[in-house]
């Protein structure tokens, strides 16, 4: 089955720079990679996803980029504002009825104002 | 995005009672519901898949007697912790699956925190 292994664990920076997050998956057939963010005592939302036939995918603050060859993908999110301050989880499938979510194990950031 | 409730938000019970759980997809058909287990500061751990008008596909190591799991329509689906103990104290999150342009997308409910005293 899939595995998704998540890096790093923990993120601190500073309001305003950037923060990257990143993520390698093992099944080559995967082909949907969405990232979620959740905040303290609330469900996981769906911030951003990207699938296999495309590189990269921005939306305002937020990107997402994907190798398929090296089968990693990453989190990039620019000028960090305390409300970041969360745990995001990147996810692989391969996107289709029958095949579930595989989940990183998430990494805690923390912007310092 | 698409939407999906979660009732009750948290819940407190004794030890021996039961408790359910609705999850439902506010503005979408989810013909296929998942129910989370997440435990603090880790990752989500699948319990079951919940498909509508048939039975639900537990996890390995998930008692499917213990989780009862019911989706009768294709915007609800109930998790009932049967029996509770207080180690089935945990957020319990479910989730929706939606088509979207050849890919089935995922949204969240806000989770249920249950404790069992």
């Known amino acids: 089955g899939e595995n998704v292994e998540q890096h790093p664990s923990t993120l601190s920076v500073q309001e305003g720079d950037s923060a990257v997050i990143k993520c390698t998956y093992s099944d080559s057939a995967s082909n949907y990679f969405p990232w979620y963010k959740q905040e303290l005592g609330k469900g996981p939302q769906l911030i951003i996803d990207?699938?296999?036939?495309?590189g990269e995918k921005k939306d305002q603050r937020i990107a997402v980029t994907l190798n398929k060859t090296a089968k990693h993908f990453s989190l990039h999110i620019t000028e960090t504002q305390p409300e970041d301050s969360a745990v995001y989880f990147c996810?692989?499938?391969?996107?289709?009825?029958?095949?579930?979510?595989?989940f990183g194990g998430g990494t805690r950031l923390m912007v310092k104002p | 995005g698409a939407v999906v409730s979660q009732h009750p938000s948290w819940v407190i019970c004794k030890s021996g009672t039961s408790v359910k759980i609705e999850c439902r997809s506010l503005d979408f058909q989810a013909t296929t519901m998942f129910w989370y287990r997440q435990f603090p500061k880790q990752s989500l751990m699948l319990m079951a898949t919940s498909n509508e008008g048939s039975k639900a596909t537990y996890e390995q190591g998930v008692e499917k007697d213990k989780f009862l799991i019911n989706h009768a329509s294709l915007t609800l689906s109930t998790l009932t912790v049967t029996s509770a103990h207080p180690e089935d104290s945990s957020f319990y999150i479910c989730?929706?699956?939606?088509?979207?342009?050849?890919?089935?997308?995922?949204?969240f409910g806000p989770g249920t925190r249950l404790t069992v005293t």
């Open positions: 996810a692989a499938s391969r996107g289709n009825a029958g095949n579930m979510l595989t």
């Open positions: 989730s929706a699956r939606s088509p979207r342009g050849g890919f089935y997308e995922q949204y």
């Open positions: 990207i699938r296999s036939n495309v």
